[in-house]
């Protein structure tokens, strides 16, 4: 596709907000892709409103599948004007690793202005999912061992989640407001070091279409069951920053899913754990990969 649009007159056309519901890329993103990079260029109304053709969409797809191999969205063009499937490039300045560096000196630095900036640029411009899995899991990963002996370090871990819980919990604030899916109540397990896990878990299902109640502090077993009964919830997740839970979980969890009429599961790093140590009938361990556990979570709300 060209800079220009060129779509037939009697070409079905799709508005922006429903271009987002069939790509799950947010008109912010898409808009952002449009005005920065040329990477789309959908018709406009004579009021300006954006409309986009099949084409729009299947160009958007690939873009998709382009930064899902790592390609900074930078080059993403390039490569979809090349008539030939292309090889991802080799890296640049502009990649995650470049990125997910300057996130941990923002960090160091105290510098919230930058973490700011970071924040707002990767999910202007990437979906999600993609933003998780390249830009803040691995952050949080690399922290987390660096602050098992580093002097300093509960500082950078409670202005991180004071910084993630602002802009997550606004952006949950909204999204919860037209969002159609399920009620999940996610939490974290008792004596975990802190809520980053539990936070990315939250923006990742709420991306996916869940409305979520998020608990900033660990509830009492005791009161989950009446938590997700008074909420009416479709599933409660836990996600933990703590891998070493094995024992907690294995004669805790079990009990308490017993009392639940939903689904019960477990993300984040504490999902390393054997799951040969649960009962696969009263626990389900999604794994370590967020957007692929909360993936998981729908299909076990659907065959509850």
């Known amino acids: 596709m060209s800079d220009k649009a060129t779509h037939p007159a009697d070409t079905p056309l799709y508005p922006i907000r429903e271009v987002s519901r069939l790509t799950g890329v947010n008109s ?3 808009r952002a892709w449009e005005r920065r990079y040329g990477l789309i260029r959908p018709r406009r109304t004579p009021k300006g409103h954006r409309l986009y053709a099949r084409d729009d969409i299947e160009r958007i797809e690939r873009i998709l599948q382009w930064l899902s191999r790592g390609v900074p969205v930078s080059q993403v063009r390039e490569l ?3 008539p030939e499937p292309a090889e991802s490039p080799t890296p640049s300045a502009g990649d995650w690793p470049s990125q997910r560096h300057q996130l941990v000196a923002a960090l160091e630095a105290f510098d919230l202005i930058r973490l700011e900036t970071l924040f707002n640029q990767s999910l202007a411009l990437y979906p999600v999912t993609t933003c998780i899995a390249e830009f803040w899991q691995p952050v949080v990963r690399e922290l987390e061992e660096r602050w098992d002996d580093q002097l300093g370090a509960l500082l950078q871990r409670r202005t991180l989640e004071a910084f993630l819980r602002t802009r997550i919990g606004t952006r949950l604030y909204h999204a919860n407001q037209s969002a159609a899916g399920p009620l999940v109540l996610i939490g974290q397990l008792p004596d975990d070091p802190g809520p980053l896990w539990m936070l990315l878990a939250a923006l990742t299902a709420s991306d996916q279409g869940y ?4 608990f900033d502090a660990p509830l009492p077993f005791t009161e989950l069951p009446l938590a997700m009964e008074r909420f009416h919830a479709a599933a409660l997740l836990l996600a933990s920053g703590k891998a070493e839970r094995a024992d907690l979980i294995r004669r805790q969890l ?7 009429d939903a689904p019960l599961a477990l993300c984040g790093p504490v999902a390393r754990i054997r ?6 009938s009263r626990v389900e ?7 692929e ?11 509850s």
Not at 293 to 303: C, K, M, N, P, V
Request: charged share 25%; glycine share 4%.
């Open 28 to 30: 912010v993103t898409l």
């Open 80 to 82: 979809l004007e090349q």
């Open 211 to 214: 409305r979520v109640q998020l």
């Open 254 to 260: 079990p009990r308490l899913a017993e009392q639940l």
């Open 275 to 280: 799951a040969a140590e649960l009962d696969p």
């Open 285 to 291: 361990v999604l794994g370590d990969d967020l957007p």
């Open 293 to 303: 556990a909360i993936t998981r979570l729908g299909s076990l709300i659907r065959d």
